[in-house]
């Protein structure tokens, strides 16, 4: 690992200039065409068999090892955000409306300088790489997407490995546990049908203001009374649209939001007594309602088997670092579907520095994070890969 990052080191410059490259020039989910572009055009300069165009933009390449052996599957998410960005840095997003606010700028980067450094070592891989650069994970099904389109049928990987940089944690700090380790997630709507009129008449009408508000807070419910204190779960109403005057009762109501979980029993309990609640206190208040529910993600569910052999060379390779074996965040990935198919490890890399006002949320116009993780970060999925394809 110290030889892995000494080489990491080597190639920060490229490594930054790939990330802030990227950061510059944003492009939404599914809309990669550029950053697909750079990153193919990168993938076969070094001689690597690249395939495109899974999930529209997807790109996915192999890196054959010297010695016979089983597949394994790196990803590198890619899409931006419609967000517009209030970092100042000179790197700022150069396109109005969208930024890089998550970090896949830098998975990108990383994902680029872990091909080089595999490359360079390929005599100790016993089978091969598959390097998976997903489009639209940010709620687009990117990652579906991808294996509706074949791209496990490729190389038909054993194991999968995925980072996330992580702005909730300093550098230094990295998240590697067994088990359930990012949400489930679902969005829901309700629309809410009664009769408007006059709002100082309200005799008159079927309120659907008043529906939706009980709504909100009857739903808090399902998480204090339905769900057992050991689980986690979140049911959040985000957005509540009813109404255009002030004293005007309107005819509909309409609310929107998020429900996470981990567990599936869990997620049976939420949406079972979500549409329970609505359904009857709308009816209690004279009102129609209709439901919609579209779940995004499974759980993230690291394999304790993989998950182990990336500690334990973790631990070797980085003994200075902080590593949490017990983390776990409500946030979603669609890294999940291939967790579904492919036993493997999402790793949590600490990516902020607050001395330098580099620990902006996730999402926030201002998220930027310490590029000093880069080199670091490469170096760790590297390692991990040629563990899991040492041959032993």
Known sequence: MKNLYSEALNLFETTRAWRRD???????????????????????????????????????????????????????????????????????????????????????????????????????????????????????NGAERMISDGVLDLYQPVNALAVHLWNDRPVGWLGISPGPVMAGSAIFTIQLKGRGGHGAIPQQTIDPIVAAAQIITALQSIVARNIAPMDDAVVSVCRVRSGDAFNVIPPSAELAGTMRWFKPRVKETLFARFEQIVKDIASGFGCEASIEINPLTPAVVNDPAVTQRVLSITRQAWPEAEIETNYQTMGSEDMAFFYERIPGCFVFVGSADPSRGLNFAHHHPRFDFDESVLPRAAALVTAAALDLLSGQ
Do not use: K, W
Not at 39 to 49: D, T, V
Not at 61 to 90: S, V
Not at 95 to 112: E, F, K, N, S
């Open 22 to 140: 990227f950061h510059a020039n944003p492009e939404l989910g599914c809309q990669e065409v550029r950053t697909a572009g750079i990153i193919a055009a990168e993938l076969r300069s070094l001689g690597l068999e690249v395939h495109t165009g899974y999930a529209e933009t997807g790109v996915t390449a192999l890196l054959p090892g010297a010695h016979p052996g089983p597949t394994i599957l790196l990803r590198f998410d890619m899409d931006a955000l419609p967000i517009q960005e209030e970092t100042g840095a000179e790197y700022a997003s150069q396109t109005p409306g969208m930024m890089h606010a998550c970090g896949h700028d830098g998975h990108m980067a990383i994902g680029l300088t872990v091909a080089r450094l595999l490359l360079a070592h390929r005599d100790a891989i016993h089978g091969a790489v598959q390097l998976v650069f997903q489009p639209g994970e940010e709620g687009l």
